[in-house]
Every structure is written in C-alpha cells, then in structure tokens.
C-alpha cells in the first residue's frame, strides 16, 4: 500500500512551481487588503460606509443582474466587476476631489500584483477591456460600479440625509446602457427597505404579542 497523500501523486500538483505558488500565497493577501481599504467618498456625503472589498461585492452581482437583462456573457461581465478595483489594494480609493490632485498608475499597480502568479494575462486583459468600454460586457460593469453607488445613495437618502439625494440625481446621468438607466430609475424610487418591509410575509408587523391585532 502507498501510504502518500492523494494530493502527492496528483501530475498537476507536482508540476506546480513552487515561487508560483508563493506569488499567489501573496496575491490572495493582498486581495484581502481591500476589506481594509475604505470608500473614501463618504466623508464628503457625511454618513455611510464601506469598504473596497464590500464595493466590488455589489458591484460584481449588479453586473451579473444586468448582464442577464441584456442578453451579454454573464461570466465576463461578473469578473470585469469583480476585478474593477484590484487595484486599490496597492493605490487606495481616490475620490473626485483626489482625484484633482493625484493620480496613480492602476495598470502598473495590477502588472505588479499579478507578476510571477500566472494570472497577469487574464486579469490586464479584463482591465484593458473595462478600460477602453467597447465592448457591451464592459459598458454594462461600468454601469454596475455606478448603481453600486446608487443604491448606496438611495439608502442614505431614505435615512435622512438631503445631500444624499443630490448626488443621486448626478450618479444616474453617468449611466451608459439602457438596462443600466432603467434599473437605476427604478431603484431611485423604491424604498430600501421594501425588501423586507413589504416582502411576502409581513403579517407579522399586524401582530403584537405573538397575537394577531383585532
């Protein structure tokens, strides 16, 4: 009997290069350090919150609603999303008024973190393809990035904050597809709360005590 783990005898395990494996030890950290990394734009709006990694969350499942609506690769629309702020773990979140006065090297700030993991190729060629937006996939994750912000706004906005309002009426004019501006709208007017305020069993809400109000 062989008493070696499975995972020895495996032919792609042991072809594996050992500094690759350590660059994408490396890149999975770094990954992480967007859950560190704030959304900076709130400060000016005055409340809310978020981290790059909770962005990039929203962002990549909206990509894949409105990938659906379109009739687009759902698969290529989620990754552009998913990967659309990589770089932030090494450059930080520039906001508009940053942006006014710095500017960074995302491209380079991706080659960097890619290098030496096998992953370079696939992850700039999606940055190129979200950058020069030519393609629908690619209008349809910039779309995304935006309601993100949308529906971040509107949240505010139902909790009382006015500026929250005025921004949201910018956000929806930066909109590129139809199916992104008519989700927006939508989403402009629908309560963030009627998800489960008004969902499909709220005769709870009629109850006090566990009984039902006469």
Same mark, same amino acid.
């Given at each position: ?55 990039? /969350? ?35 979140? /520039? ?101 489960? /305020? ?17």
């Amino acid at each position: 009997m062989n008493d070696a783990h499975p995972e020895a005898q495996s032919p792609a395990l042991k072809n594996l290069d050992m500094d690759r494996l350590k660059r994408l030890a490396d890149f999975l950290f770094e990954v992480g350090m967007l859950r560190k990394t704030p959304r900076t734009g709130y400060q000016f709006l005055g409340t809310g919150s978020e981290n790059v990694a909770e962005h990039s /969350f929203r962002t990549a499942v909206t990509g894949y609603v409105l990938a659906e609506m379109a009739g687009a690769d759902t698969a290529r629309t989620t990754l552009l999303c998913l990967f659309h702020d990589l770089h932030e773990a090494r450059t930080a979140d /520039f906001n508009y008024v940053n942006r006014m006065y710095n500017s960074s090297d995302r491209t380079r700030a991706l080659r960097d973190a890619t290098a030496g993991t096998g992953l370079s190729e696939g992850i700039l060629s999606l940055w190129e393809e979200l950058e020069t937006t030519e393609s629908l996939e690619a209008q349809l994750a910039q779309d995304a990035d935006q309601i993100d912000f949308i529906l971040n706004l509107k949240e505010q906005a139902d909790l009382g904050n006015t500026y929250a309002t005025k921004w949201l009426e910018s956000a929806l004019q930066r909109l590129r597809t139809p199916q992104g501006k008519a989700l927006a709208e939508k989403i402009s007017t629908t309560d963030q709360s009627d998800w489960w /305020f008004l969902g499909p069993d709220t005769s709870w809400w009629t109850r006090k005590n566990g009984k039902k109000k006469e």
